[in-house]
């Protein structure tokens, strides 16, 4: 059931939950503005209809997403779906978005922001707003910029051609280029774009007061029209700001959406846990194995001879002659069905059709469908089942990882090692 909030108008769920409206949740009239923010965050997410909130008898039922929506002071902060507290779930929640967005952010950050008075969105927003007023204490970013003035006096060089053809009889002043340092970087823009937006979102006083102190050191950097397509560039004087720009990102593009038009009066940040789950997953397996041989959305064959039907993979590992095919599912697997686990059967068919689409070329393709980890489960994260294609001798892995879990990189070796082995590593 939802509960709200100490201290702040925020009602917390966890997915498929129920928001009630009435007395000990949100109004009718706030509940119908939640709706229609969804709505539009959901087809800007491009999911389908209900994917965010569905109207069910005396609520708002939550669909397979998670973040905050937030309209006139009151949020709703929908998390995953999984065996812990709050604010074990909001953190594991963090560390995806950090894994698949490339935040970096350390279990030691989040524990110094993390507070029960903080929903996901005002986390990340202290957690940007911390960030930024500890870079700019270094200075901000500078760059030679070329300028061109009259002066009168030399400076940097004549520009002969302009000279003669502006002052060419008694010049006063003298036709100049020289090269000044600027704030006005694409760098600084970015980051300018992503604060003024968030200071218009935080409802907390305290990252208000930052979030403005850091507006007044970047007062003389120009406003940028299209923040996004700003071309930053990595050397050294970017790099104290270096872990800030993914986080800049993640606020000004399409994971944030603003469900209002006009003087946005509502904002949701949404994530749907399939895709999250899958770039988590693939963000890991590429830190952990290397990129070159694994591939996210990997596409190489097609269903059909004629070239029809392209096969997406979530996940590839590419080992020579034994490639393994990595299909994420956020879904609960379901203990007490001792024989399928609840696997679903669309789920079998489509490992199955990649199967055959990658043992080609005399390759022995192994298939793994990967699910997040439960207490229910009754043990471990890494291998549950391990079956066989008919007909064949395809291996097919059913297998866990969970998302709450603090691995080292040495850890996360044994559990690829474990559901993915090289060929040199025997399948236990």
Sequence with gaps: MAKLANHQSVLIEREWGVFPIGENGIHQNEAEAFFKAGER???????????????????????????VLSYKGRSLEILPKINSTESESRLALVRMLSVANDLRVSD????????????????????????????????????????????????????????????????????????ELSENTPMNRLLKAATLRL?????????????QIILDVFRDVGRSQNPLAEPIQNDRSATAFSNL?????????????????GNTTGTALLFPMNDLFERYVARRAQQTLGRGIVHKQHFQHHALSNKLFRMIPDIVI???????????????????DTQRLGVAQPDIYQMLAYGHSYATDGAMPRLVLLYPHHAALGKSEGVLRQWSVTGSEIPLTIATV?????????????????????????IS
């Design 41 to 67: 965050a959901a087809r800007e997410l491009r999911l389908p209809q209900g994917a965010v909130l569905n109207r069910v008898v005396g609520g708002l039922k939550a669909g397979q997403v998670c973040g």
């Design 108 to 179: 030691g950050e989040l524990a110094q922001l993390q507070t029960q008075r903080r929903n996901l969105l005002e986390l990340l927003i202290a957690l940007f707003a911390r960030r930024l007023t500890k870079a700019i204490k270094g200075g901000i970013q500078r760059r030679y910029k070329g300028q061109e003035d009259d002066l009168p006096f030399v400076r940097g060089a004549i520009n002969i051609g302009q000279q003669l053809t502006k002052r060419p009889v008694a010049p006063t002043k003298l036709f100049c280029e020289f090269d």
């Design 199 to 211: 200071r218009g979102i935080s409802r907390s006083s305290a990252t208000q007061r930052n979030l």
């Design 245 to 261: 720009v993914p986080l800049a990102r993640l606020f000004l593009r399409g994971d944030w959406q603003n469900t209002t038009s």
């Design 318 to 336: 590419d080992y020579t002659d034994e490639p393994v095919i990595i299909d994420t599912k956020w879904k609960q697997l379901d203990p007490t």
């Design 402 to 426: 969970d998302i709450t879990k603090r691995r080292s990189p040495e850890q996360w070796r044994d559990l690829f090692e474990q559901i993915a082995p090289a060929p040199s590593v025997a």
